[in-house]
């Protein structure tokens, strides 16, 4: 059985059955493992064999009610200019190393949050989401996917107004706003995921299609990520890393399009889910 894992009211769940029930990790497990999300992630091997014993039971997870399935990780990553049609459409440079920058950790919200939209730069990028099991330092690209928890479809919303108000340009803030970094609906195994390198992902903008890929397109893959940033920071469980954007942003566009209130994102990654996020 494929492990599936979320988080409601700060506390851990099991995604269970056909009908994507929700079932409270440390009551179903009577103790053996706490509600702490970031302690399930420490323990992933132990959490896969104890998921398998598990029966559905209890209410269907609502998206719109559930946290992102890495509700407080330590760390939270971005990687740039990550798919070649991404980097032409903005008349960058292909980078010849991962192109990271920060989410802070206060901007994460869960897969159906609100996106406040301050200011009229904002834009979307539909990306893969990572979540880090036992992290560590200098991890071995042939080893990567093995410190890794799941994977989850998320928005690296970004502030372009913010993002490019320097010169040389510095993301992080730009990237951090509340709410710029949903994420969920929640996260699947990733050794359940056979196409894990390969994983087709689009979104529509009020019901209009705005980007659409293949995870294989990246120029740097999960496992050279994983090794990358782990040869300079250690991982921590919980960690999470947006992988990078396709290419049909909406600051790319001729004419530009930037998000507005009302407008609704819905960005999808095939066999792992869909996020529904409302501007306001
Ligand atoms: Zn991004």
């Not at 690209?141 to 928890?149: F, G, L, Q, R, T």
């Amino acid at each position: 059985m494929t492990l599936k894992f979320a988080c409601r009211d700060g506390r851990a769940q099991l995604v269970v059955g056909p009908n994507n029930q929700l079932v409270d990790l440390e009551i179903a497990s009577n103790g053996k493992f706490d509600s702490n999300p970031n302690n399930a992630f420490s323990r992933w091997a132990e959490l896969r064999e104890f998921a398998a014993s598990v029966s559905p039971s209890g209410d269907a997870a609502d998206p719109n009610t559930l946290d992102a399935p890495s509700p407080s990780p330590r760390q939270v990553f971005g990687i740039g200019l990550n798919y070649r049609s991404h980097a032409e459409e903005g008349g960058m440079p292909i980078p010849t190393s991962p192109l990271t920058f920060t989410k802070f950790p206060t901007s994460v919200a869960g897969p159906n949050a609100d996106i406040p939209i301050v200011g009229n730069a904002i834009d979307w990028e539909v990306e893969l989401v990572v979540v880090i099991s036992t992290g560590g330092r200098d991890i071995h690209k042939e080893s990567a996917w093995s410190h890794v928890a799941g994977l989850c479809v998320g928005q690296d919303i970004s502030d372009r107004a913010l993002q490019f108000a320097t010169q040389p340009p510095q993301f992080n803030l730009g990237k951090s706003r509340k709410n710029y970094s949903p994420f969920g609906p929640w996260l699947v195994d990733a050794a359940d995921v056979p196409n894990r390198d390969a994983l087709p992902m689009h979104m529509t903008l009020n019901g209009q299609e705005m980007q659409r890929a293949v995870t294989d397109d990246l120029i740097f893959s999960v496992s050279d990520i994983v090794s990358y940033l782990s040869n300079i920071v250690e991982l921590l469980p919980g960690d999470v890393i947006f992988t990078g954007t396709p290419a049909g942003v909406g600051g790319s566009r001729q004419p530009q399009v930037f998000l507005k209130p009302g407008d609704v994102i819905v960005s999808t990654i095939e066999g792992i889910g869909t996020t529904t996020n409302k501007c306001v």
